[in-house]
């Protein structure tokens, strides 16, 4: 049976019904922009309408009969001024338009791609915070993500900048491998090529994951803004630290959060040890410490390297020694310890008599150290003594005595340290390229933070004693004599070097005054059978006191 044809009125009514929407739509698009202004006016006036009447309502009853006066003593002024209510009515409308201009809407949420990588994190995390006998658990596959990510944050790349995890109570926080873990799970998921820091609040149950911005390297050696016994090792994080300090960044003056070390009298980590493998910084750590400590103190600086970085040192004000060779070394640091102990004892006598301590035993005295595991396996094979024997002397009565002593070794030389050496250097600096395990065996604990994709010379971490493992950049203090130093770095140390004076200046002879028994100058490279400084200083009545002695020369 052939299909009879669909009469004509059926058959074209959807084109024409199509072309009617489109002719509406296009007359409510042209009205809507003709008419936007008065829109954007119109709905500024409900909003300030609906604004006055929250405030009328929040007023109290007995202050709405002044505002009533105050508001119509208003209106009659409006009408009596000249072009007043024009005014007005110009004003309410530029209000209104104000007020009802379109905004761009505020964020509420995370878009769908950064909802998919919350909901991935949160599955990857469901074995590490779930157990099977936890009758409502936070962490379930398929569970609300929405009740442990209570904050979060994402770059402009979609990338998680910051993130709050509430875990369940029963998560073995307080346990390393537990944590670290974790960590290692998150640092994964999130984009590996940037630094996180993971603080862990067990009391709350909380972890929260921060990216931190790279510590600036520009920042080169300058005189930093520090109380004398303060010393700059470098630069860490804002919120680590409560103080900031004024440096030069280039041709800008920023503020900078520095890691200060204090030493002297008052101090309880007096001594301090940098670790780190060839090309990590320790050297330029301990010459930033020399330039420091050459404001107001004296140096003698032990370079077992024997590679010349601290040449630019030799002859100035205030240094000492600059030895490389083992017996230099060792004639150096046995005048280091009979100075200690002329120290104690100088001290010691002033106190019995009630007077101050003398000046020369006041002024601060560093002793530098640089690779002294290759100096001690120098000294086996010729047959003599460590030169860290004769440090512990230094190392063990050196705060009294405004002495301190700064070591600077590798990690393939640890085992060289003495037993001395790891007890009383209590402040710890790992620079370059390390493991978390060397970072922990170093300073006693793990930093919270993980490796940084690119590690250059200075960057690494620092520990005061007992206090929290901090990131670090030490400032660029390179050898000015180094072809390979730039040539703005070359100048800002030559600026802080000392000028360079007569030898004998730099190390006087203490001559015998009435203060006390007549002394004579003792040299240093002679052999001295001294009592140990306990027993010196016990007694306090020494039968040959020792003389601050001239500088150790160079070896013969």
Request: charged share 20%.
């Amino acid at each position: 049976m052939a299909r009879r044809p669909l009469p004509r009125i059926l058959s074209s009514g959807s084109a024409s019904i199509t072309r009617s929407r489109e002719i509406a739509r296009t007359a409510a698009d042209s009205a809507t922009d003709v008419l936007h202004p008065l829109i954007t006016v119109v709905r500024g006036l409900r909003l300030l309408a609906v604004s006055g009447r929250q405030k009328w309502v929040a007023t109290p009853k007995e202050r709405r009969g002044p505002k009533l006066f105050l508001g119509a003593a208003c209106v009659l002024v409006v009408a009596l001024v000249p072009y007043g209510p024009i005014l007005a009515l110009i004003t309410v409308m530029g209000a209104a338009a104000w007020k009802g201009r379109e905004r761009t809407p505020v964020r509420t949420g995370p878009d769908e791609s950064e909802t998919a990588r919350l909901r991935s994190l949160y599955e990857a995390l469901v074995p590490y915070f779930s157990t099977a006998d936890d009758p409502d658990p936070l962490f379930a596959h398929g569970g609300d993500w929405t009740k442990a990510f209570d904050q979060y944050a994402f770059d402009q790349d979609g990338r998680l900048t910051r993130l709050r995890i509430s875990y369940p109570a029963y998560f073995t926080d307080g346990e390393a491998a537990a944590r670290s873990r974790i960590e290692q799970l998150l640092h994964t998921k999130s984009g590996r090529g940037r630094e996180y820091h993971f603080g862990w609040d067990e009391e709350a149950n909380r972890l929260v994951m921060t990216v931190l911005d790279a510590l600036p390297t520009t920042i080169a050696a300058q005189r930093f803004v520090a109380a004398p016994g303060e010393t700059v090792l470098g630069f860490t994080d804002p919120d680590s630290v409560s103080r900031t300090v004024p440096v030069r960044d280039g041709d800008t003056t920023v503020d900078a959060s520095p890691v200060v070390w204090r030493t002297g009298g008052r101090s309880t980590e007096p001594h301090l040890l940098a670790v780190g493998h060839p090309g990590g910084g320790t050297t330029t750590l301990v010459r930033s410490i020399a330039l420091q400590a050459l404001q107001n103190g004296d140096v003698i600086i032990v370079d077992g390297s024997g590679a010349g970085e601290y040449a630019a040192l030799t002859g100035r004000n205030g240094v000492l020694a600059v030895e490389s060779g083992v017996g230099g070394a060792l004639a150096t640091l046995e005048w280091a310890a009979h100075e200690t102990e002329r120290r104690l004892i100088t001290a010691n006598l002033a106190r019995q008599s009630g007077r101050p301590a003398p000046d020369d035993i006041r002024r601060p005295l560093w002793i530098l150290l640089d690779r002294p595991g290759v100096l001690g396996h120098l000294a086996a094979a010729d047959g003599r003594p460590d030169p860290q024997e004769l440090l512990r002397i230094p190392l063990r009565h050196g705060r009294a005595a405004q002495v301190t002593v700064v070591l600077a070794e590798q990690f393939d030389a640890l085992d060289t340290l003495t037993e001395t050496v790891r007890t009383h250097t209590r402040a710890r600096a790992v620079l370059g390229p390390a493991s978390h395990e060397q970072i922990e065996a170093v300073l006693g604990a793990g930093p919270h933070t993980t490796p940084p994709p690119e590690v250059p010379a200075g960057r690494g971490y620092v520990r005061l004693g007992t206090g929290p493992v901090l990131r670090l950049q030490v400032p660029a203090t390179p050898d000015p004599y180094d072809d390979a130093t730039s040539d703005a770095h070359r100048q800002a140390v030559l600026d802080l070097l000392p000028g360079r004076g007569d030898p004998m200046e730099a190390a006087p002879v203490h001559e015998s005054s009435d203060e006390g028994p007549a002394t004579a100058p003792v040299p240093v490279a002679a052999e001295t059978a001294a009592a140990p400084v306990e027993a010196m200083v016990a007694e306090a009545r020494p039968s040959e006191p020792l003389a601050k002695a001239q500088p150790a020369g160079a070896e013969s």
